[in-house]
């Protein structure tokens, strides 16, 4: 009987988490249509993806205007309609946590789920996209706000926040799983959804160990950032600086981490260690809500990818 409260209470927790993912794709869907319509309501033609006359530091704040009000709308129903609570957020100060062990273990099992990615998608004919930088001035900040500080905020607000606190209740186990493969989903990208789920895990592991999403903030910006510096360089750097960096990333990183909790765990550290009981990962899965999102999630990048 109690099992079987425990999975009725994760049916009804994953059944919000998946409408607000789907929620969020088509909110951001619309928002970026009706800014597109009053940019050509301004300039006949103009939209986000053909800003004509309007400068790229202007749309891509239009774009980041989009993309806070795609996010933060459907927090904000969760909050209204659900037993989610402001302090379910998690936007609190941490326990003390090891910034020196979790970053290059972070790093680690990106960049390995980077290269996996990069490997299947070639096996597979698919090519993933990289953003087209610009080489300075407002458009670049602008760009680096967009790709790196807007998502490390707002990403972990919905995802390890409102989403996980909703699952909290149903344990950690499940409140890491549900969001994260969400996350994944919501990139619409074969080799950055694989990245995606693996550091969807770790970053709704620690906050589960910390209490806090502030530090996924911090990591999620961070590995933002360096995949950003990478871009940058592949595309203005003179000689073979780009594809160093890239392989630096991927040759140091993942062994580094390895080595990190190696030697962490012969010290008594479990990563199980701290984390709240309840059902299992797969219990998500007894939503039917929620496997419909997964499936249509899944639909809709294949569709996405054959554009």
């Known amino acids: 009987m109690q099992k079987f409260a425990k999975t009725r209470g994760v049916k009804g927790a994953a059944s919000w988490c998946a409408l607000a993912a789907v929620g969020y794709l088509l909110a951001r869907y619309v ?12 300039v006949e033609g103009a939209t986000l993806a053909n800003p004509t006359g309007f400068s790229q530091t202007e749309a891509g704040l239009l774009s980041m205007a989009a993309a806070l009000a795609a996010i933060l709308l459907p927090i904000l129903i969760l909050l209204r309609l659900t037993r989610l609570r402001a302090e379910d957020l998690r936007l609190l100060l941490p326990a003390p946590w090891s910034p020196a062990f979790c970053l290059p273990v972070f790093l680690g099992a990106a960049n390995a789920a980077n290269l996996f990615g990069g490997l299947l998608g070639r096996l597979l004919g698919t090519q993933g996209s990289s953003p087209a930088l610009p080489a300075g001035g407002g458009e670049l900040v602008i760009s680096f ?29 499940a409140a890491i799983f549900g969001p994260a493969l969400l996350f994944a989903l919501l990139h619409m990208d074969l080799a950055q959804g694989i990245t995606a789920f693996v550091c969807g895990v770790f970053l709704g592991w620690l906050t589960e160990r910390t209490g806090s999403v502030l530090p996924g903030m911090l990591l999620h910006f961070v590995n933002n950032t360096l995949a950003f510096a990478v871009v940058y ?25 390895l080595w990190l909790i190696w030697h962490a765990m012969r010290q008594g ?25 997964v499936l249509f999630l899944a639909a809709f990048s294949v569709y996405q990818a054959g554009l």
């Open 31 to 42: 928002l970026e249509a009706l800014v597109s319509a009053l940019m050509g309501l301004r």
């Open 145 to 173: 706000l967009s790709l790196c500080v807007v998502p490390a905020i707002l990403e972990e607000l919905f995802f390890r926040g409102a989403l996980q606190g909703l699952m909290r209740p149903s344990g950690s186990a």
């Open 233 to 257: 360089l592949q595309l203005y750097a003179p000689g073979p600086a780009g594809l160093g960096a890239e392989l630096f990333l991927l040759l140091v990183f993942p062994p580094l981490a």
């Open 269 to 293: 550290f479990r990563f199980s260690a701290g984390l709240r009981p309840g059902v299992d990962a797969w219990d998500v899965f007894s939503s039917p809500a929620y496997t419909v999102a």
